[in-house]
């Protein structure tokens, strides 16, 4: 049981280079989310999913795309990076019931140059 | 206007001290979340409280959600260096949680 993974790791991107975050669970959970954290400024949604085919948008969603195609897989897209994306970014997934307990992904450190 | 305040935001601290950190808000939450994050990791959840003035004890960390659940406190006993880490809270009104900016907790050895 691997809970939540994260591909890559590390990334880094040149101004208006494209990419996909890959987050895949494997506890069957029906909720996912994509944070950003940055020094000083906490952990804040990007877009989050309540279920397969479904996405809403959260604090920041401005710049990023998102798909769930698959009940274990959210993809996170950046069309045309900017530097102001350089961040952490985490992926997380919880169960519906218990929606805020949530289980995190290890994390996928991006610089954008 | 951040919805949950964390304090203090650093707190560098001597092995087997005692310390608190606090998690507030003027808004009423359904549940709150305290979170461990250690560096390079994800935050991992330590504890879930629901009903307003409930305490939980996790070995030597005692969590406590206000009677009015608008805040919460962690405390800390006999802090170890394995204690160390940015120590995050996160408050629920629905399934969409809000979380702190954390507190970042040093304990030397």
């Known amino acids: 049981n691997a809970g939540v993974t994260q591909t890559p790791k590390f990334r880094v991107l040149k101004t208006g280079q494209s990419m996909t975050l890959l987050c895949a669970q494997d506890m069957n959970h029906e909720y996912m989310y994509w944070y950003r954290q940055d020094p000083g400024m906490g952990l804040r949604l990007i877009h989050y999913?309540?279920?397969?085919?479904?996405?809403a948008k959260g604090e920041v969603p401005d710049g990023y795309n998102v798909s769930r195609l698959k009940k274990q897989n959210f993809l996170l897209g950046l069309e045309s990076a900017a530097p102001s994306q350089t961040s952490v970014y985490f992926c997380?997934?919880?169960?519906?019931?218990?929606?805020?307990?949530?289980?995190f992904g290890p994390g996928t450190r991006l610089t954008v140059t | 206007t951040q919805l949950l305040e964390q304090s203090p935001q650093f707190l560098s601290i001597q092995e087997g001290e005692n310390l608190t950190v606090y998690c507030n808000s003027s808004s009423v939450f359904s549940s709150l979340q305290w979170y461990r994050q250690e560096p390079g990791e994800g935050p991992v959840l330590l504890v879930t409280v629901v009903t307003g003035g409930e305490v939980k004890k996790l070995k030597r960390l005692t969590f406590q959600f206000g009677d009015a659940r608008k805040d919460s406190s962690l405390h800390i006993t006999a802090a170890q260096p394995g204690d160390t880490g940015l120590y995050l809270c996160?408050?629920?009104?629905?399934?969409?949680?809000?979380f702190g900016r954390g507190t970042s907790l040093i304990v030397h050895p």
């Open positions: 996160a408050g629920a009104r629905s399934y969409i949680p809000t």
């Open positions: 997380a997934s919880s169960l519906r019931d218990r929606g805020t307990e949530q289980y």
């Open positions: 999913s309540v279920g397969e085919g479904t996405t």
